[in-house]
């Protein structure tokens, strides 16, 4: 069977759709979709400035969204702004009823505290960003799924920071998909790729991977940090 070019965040351009096998004469294209994303219409402003292409297929970062910060500088794909509304709506939502919650949660491999997860932590904390962090929160030895659950719990939105050490991770674990399903169903998980691909997560978790998220291939981790600030920004 045909494989699709562009399986997570789809074609830019109808060109692009008619030369892929699995979608020519579809039409499939125009941002691409998220398998839990939503239909209605994406939550941004165009800007005519601050345009920089994705490189993937996923449009030039040309948008602001309506939720970023007075002053921000930070543009996204339509893609990025589609995905990232309901958790948006959903922060909103939880700022209001539990004002005690921690900003983000922070779910990374064992391997990666010392490394770029907490380099991702401080990018966030000086940015002004409250973060749930295994090093000062979490118990050794805690399972990744209960680790994201209660993370979850005490934060409005979780990042899981995607790397080679945390699909091997996810592999021995064996995150059942009804699992991941009811967590990602929350519309409150956002994946960070790093060092590795979308193609790569998929192999490991087609539903982790069918969420469109971030990737440092993209844009730096500096960039990454200013969206998740604005995305959780009160």
């Not at 970062?61 to 970023?68: D, E, L, M, N, T």
């Not at 994201?148 to 699909?167: E, W, Y």
């Not at 978790?205 to 440092?216: A, E, K």
């Amino acid at each position: 069977m045909a494989r699709c070019t562009a399986p997570v965040r789809g074609h830019s351009s109808a060109s692009a759709a008619e030369n892929c096998p699995a979608c020519r004469g579809r039409g499939r294209y125009s941002g691409g979709y998220s398998a839990y994303g939503t239909h209605s219409s994406p939550s941004y402003t165009q800007s005519s400035g601050g345009s920089r292409s994705g490189g993937d297929g996923s449009g030039s970062r040309s948008v602001k969204a309506k939720w970023s910060r007075a002053g921000s500088t930070v543009f996204y794909t339509p893609a990025e702004v589609r995905a990232l509304t309901p958790i948006r709506n959903n922060v909103e939502n939880l700022a209001n009823e539990k004002p005690d919650l921690r900003d983000v949660f922070l779910c990374h491999a064992w391997d990666d505290r010392k490394g770029v997860a907490k380099d991702l932590h401080d990018l966030l904390e000086s940015r002004g960003v409250s973060v749930w962090f295994s090093e000062k929160d979490a118990g050794l030895g805690v399972p990744l799924l209960r680790s994201i659950d209660k993370g979850l719990a005490n934060s409005r939105v979780g990042i899981v920071l995607v790397t080679p050490a945390l699909l091997k991770r996810l592999k021995s674990e064996g995150i059942a998909d009804k699992e991941l399903s009811a967590l990602l169903a929350r519309e409150r998980l956002v994946p960070i790729v790093h060092d590795t691909t979308y193609e790569e997560l998929r192999d490991v978790s087609p539903l982790l991977g069918s969420r469109t998220g971030l990737d440092t291939a993209e844009e730096p981790m500096a960039d990454v940090a200013d969206k998740l600030a604005d995305l959780v920004s009160p």
